[in-house]
Each structure stands twice: as structure tokens, then as C-alpha cells.
């Protein structure tokens, strides 16, 4: 939590933005995993009410009333029967009294000052439980709940939390230290015979022990060409390469950072040559990415790249800027460069990538496949924290389908795609922070990324 002022002005700040009428956040409540009492834990309380309202526990609602110049923070206060389970939580005028916070009020009183004749300002809803609490206050349907919910709202949220604050930028820096002991974790116990299971059992655990978890469920896989592949039970294989994608969420901000290891822990020629193209579109992302510049032209600048150094390996050839126009490079990047990190992962995605992730100047381009995974394209400003996360993947399905279909034949080599069937994939990630003048990665310590500092970190530590 940061201090009482901080809440104060943002919540002051939000009603200029918003203009009039209520302003609703409501706040998150346990998930049972399989019964009332076994609940998902800890509770994940929802970004936006963090944010205005500073407070974890759950069964809140917070209520900024701009017409009236009035903040409620809405709950019951918990029973000596929820103390003898969970221990003493203080009483919900304590907890407003916080984060200055004056006026509480019992859940049930939320129906005064919520219904359907005055404007309600609230987000889009993503808990089945919330979409609920939303019909019984004001009548709309779960199904119409995401086009009913306020557009001011959301993009007053987005305009100020797109920009991190230096405390915010902190308490990122902070997670991206936890960042680097998980993914150096990874790299110390990759070896031929470990499971992949394993491997990320491990870093999950460094997450929860040193931080508040995870921000999303690790990926760790031998078949990076999947880019969300779960670990499996599978056991490493000599001469295979494995992806890591893995963050951390600290004082409710996240880190996010991908790092590919040979299994063996030394690159064969052909590895090194495709991880050689990957890690110069990371590193060249780095030097063009500033405040001013549109991210998607910081995009597919990598894409050109990446297609040059391709058709240098006989992968791609013809015209680089008409195979990037066409969308040839997707058949090895079929994602966006990057997303807005900040308190979640993909950082206020729930509210509508078009509003996080675009601008009325640059908008998304949703027909070409590729580019229509760009979730980041908007004009960069100064405190934007965002990732930087080339990749490089050969699926086999997307190969055998393009093939056939004649897809960009003038500027692919399905021949030789053939022969990279195999390969898997690879993806290098860091979270930078755009900065006056340029911009730079974000933690102070660098997980190994360059090929000889990733063969010698693994050679010097699997003595």
C-alpha cells in the first residue's frame, strides 16, 4: 500500500476525468476452487479498486460519487465465527480510514446510492460473481454488461495508469528482482532427464517465497513453439531447447520475463543461428523504442529485421518491406512485440485492448493473421512500462497449412521450413521502461540472455 495522499489524489484526479455521476469499482471476492470453503488462495484483488482504494480484503466496493463530492468504501464487516478461521481483520471503516476513505456503509446500502436512474460509471466485469452483483444493482444482464460499461471510465482508468508513477516503477523494479532469482533458478536446473514439471515447480516456488506469487501461470516448455505450453511431466531431452516464460507479482506489480536455454547447456550451430536473430530484435527494439514513437512501427521495424536475417539463412527471400507488408514474418512471430505491463501482467487488457494498446490515432488492424495478436501500437509516453519479446517459432501445423494453401509462398522456404519442423521455439523477454530520452530495461540485474553468457552461467553453475 502507498501512502494515504497517493489514493486521495487519484481518486480526485479520476472525478475531473469522469465528470459526473457515480463512480462504482467493485472490489474482488474469494474463488471457491471446489467447495464455498476452499477457496482459491490468496485472493486476488481486482487491479482498478487497488488502485483507487488501496485495500486486499475481499467483499468491498468502492463508491466515488461525483455529483455529491462523496467517497463510500460498501462492506460487512467480518463475525467473531470468521475470526476463529482467518484471525482478526479490522473493520471496514479502519480499513477506509486508510486510504482517507471517510463515509462506510453494509453491502446491502449499496442499492441508495446504485441504481438505474442516476449514471453509473463502472468496468468492465470479468467474475461471474461481480456480473451478478451488477444485474441485482442495476438491472443489465450479464451478456450486455461489457457494452453498458462506462467508455469515460475506462479510458480515464487507462490514462492514469498507463503511466506509472516513480513508486509504481519501484515496486516493479522490485518484482523484476524476484524475476531474475526465478529465471536463474530455471537456468541452474535445466539437464537432460529433469522434468519440466519440475523445473517450474521450482520457480513457482521462488515466486511464492519471495513474492506474492506468480503474475500468470508459468510457461516452461520443450515445444516453445507453443506460445502458452503448460510444463508436462515430460523429461528434458539432450539437444532440445527449453523456454521459460515466467513472472512474479510484488506489492501488486508484476514482472514478466522469457528466457530459451539450450538442455544441455551449450547451443548447437543451428540453435544459435536462429537465436542469434531473436536476440538482435530484442536488443534493437531497446535502441528505437522512445517517447513519440508508435510501438507498432517499433514492431514491425524488429519484423524487417527479422526477415533480413531470415532470407540470410535461405528461410525467407523476395522484398523484405512487401514480405512484412503481406504478413510473411508471422509464419515465425505470429504475436505483437510486447504488451502494457503494470499491476497485471497484460496490464488493464480486461478493459478493452483497443483503449490500452491503441490510440485514435494508430488503430489495430484485426485481418492479417500476425498482427492481429498486436495488443501493443499507441504512440509510447514517458513512465509507459512495457515488454520487449521477440520470438522465433517453427509450428509444424502453420508450416504444413501455408504450404498448401500457397500462403506467402514468394517469400517463404517451405523447403527448407521442412527441415526446422523439429526446432521448437524461441523467445527472449524484459520489461523496459520508456524514459525521457529512450528507454531501459527495468530490475537491476540481467538474466543471462546473451548466448555465451547463458552457456557459461549454466556451465559455471551445474559444476
Not at 476525468?17 to 481486482?46: C, E, H, T, W
Not at 520457480?203 to 508436462?232: C, K, W, Y
Not at 523429461?235 to 510484488?250: I, N, Q, S, V
Not at 528505437?288 to 510501438?295: I, L, Q, R, S, T
Amino acid at each position: 500500500m502507498f501512502s494515504i495522499d497517493t489514493y486521495i489524489r487519484r481518486r480526485q484526479e479520476l472525478k475531473k476525468l469522469v465528470g459526473k455521476g457515480v463512480i462504482v469499482l467493485f472490489g474482488n471476492n474469494d474463488s471457491p476452487a471446489n467447495y464455498p470453503a476452499n477457496a482459491y488462495a490468496p485472493m486476488r484483488q481486482d487491479s482498478s479498486f487497488l488502485y483507487y482504494f488501496g485495500q486486499h480484503r475481499d467483499g468491498l466496493v468502492g463508491v466515488i460519487d461525483i455529483d455529491n463530492d462523496q467517497e463510500m468504501i460498501f462492506g460487512d464487516d467480518i463475525d467473531v465465527e470468521d475470526i476463529v478461521w482467518m484471525g482478526f481483520t479490522p473493520s471496514v471503516a479502519d480499513l477506509a480510514a486508510e486510504v482517507g476513505v471517510k463515509k462506510t456503509a453494509p453491502m446491502k446500502e449499496l442499492a441508495k446510492i446504485c441504481n438505474p436512474q442516476r449514471e453509473v460509471h463502472f468496468l468492465p466485469p470479468y467474475r461471474f460473481d461481480t456480473k451478478i452483483q451488477i444485474m441485482d444493482l442495476l438491472g443489465i444482464h450479464p451478456s450486455k454488461q461489457k457494452e453498458a460499461a462506462s467508455l469515460k471510465l475506462i479510458k480515464a482508468v487507462v490514462k492514469m495508469r498507463a503511466t506509472k508513477e516513480p513508486q509504481e516503477i519501484e515496486a516493479i523494479e522490485r518484482a523484476c528482482e524476484v524475476g531474475y532469482a526465478m529465471h536463474t533458478t530455471a537456468q541452474l536446473l535445466i539437464r537432460p532427464g529433469v522434468t519440466e514439471r519440475f523445473v517450474a515447480g521450482q520457480v513457482d516456488g521462488i515466486a511464492r517465497s519471495l513474492a506474492q506469487g506468480n503474475s500468470f501461470a508459468t510457461i516452461f516448455s520443450q515445444h516453445g513453439e507453443i506460445m502458452h505450453g503448460n510444463p508436462s511431466g515430460n523429461k528434458l531431452e539432450a539437444g532440445r531447447l527449453a523456454l521459460c516464460d515466467a513472472g512474479c507479482e510484488l506489492d501488486d506489480y508484476c514482472s514478466d520475463h522469457t528466457r530459451t536455454m539450450p538442455v544441455t547447456g551449450k547451443f548447437s550451430q543451428r540453435q544459435l543461428e536462429i537465436y542469434s536473430i531473436v536476440e538482435a530484435c530484442h536488443d534493437y527494439a531497446i535502441e528505437v523504442a522512445k517517447p513519440g514513437v508508435k510501438y507498432k512501427d517499433v514492431h514491425f521495424a524488429v519484423c524487417r529485421l527479422m526477415t533480413e536475417r531470415l532470407k540470410e539463412l535461405g528461410l525467407m527471400k523476395g522484398d523484405t518491406d512487401e514480405a512484412v507488408a503481406a504478413g510473411a514474418h508471422a509464419m515465425f512471430l505470429p504475436h505483437g512485440l510486447g504488451h502494457m505491463m503494470g499491476m497485471d501482467v497484460h496490464d488493464m487488457e480486461g478493459l478493452g485492448q483497443i483503449y490500452v494498446g491503441f490510440d485514435e490515432e494508430t488503430r489495430p488492424n484485426l485481418e492479417q493473421f500476425g498482427t492481429n495478436c498486436l495488443r501493443m501500437g499507441r504512440k509510447l509516453e514517458e513512465g509507459f512500462v512495457i515488454t520487449d519479446e521477440p520470438g522465433i517459432y517453427f509450428i509444424p501445423q502453420l508450416i504444413d497449412e501455408w504450404k498448401a494453401s500457397g500462403h506467402c509462398k514468394e517469400f517463404l522456404n517451405f523447403e527448407k521450413l521442412e527441415t526446422y519442423k523439429d526446432f521448437g521455439g524461441i523467445r527472449i523477454e524484459d520489461d523496459i521502461l520508456i524514459t525521457k530520452d529512450g528507454c531501459r530495461f527495468l530490475g537491476t540485474k540481467r538474466i543471462p540472455y546473451h548466448p555465451k553468457d547463458v552457456e557459461e552461467f549454466m556451465a559455471t553453475n551445474n559444476q
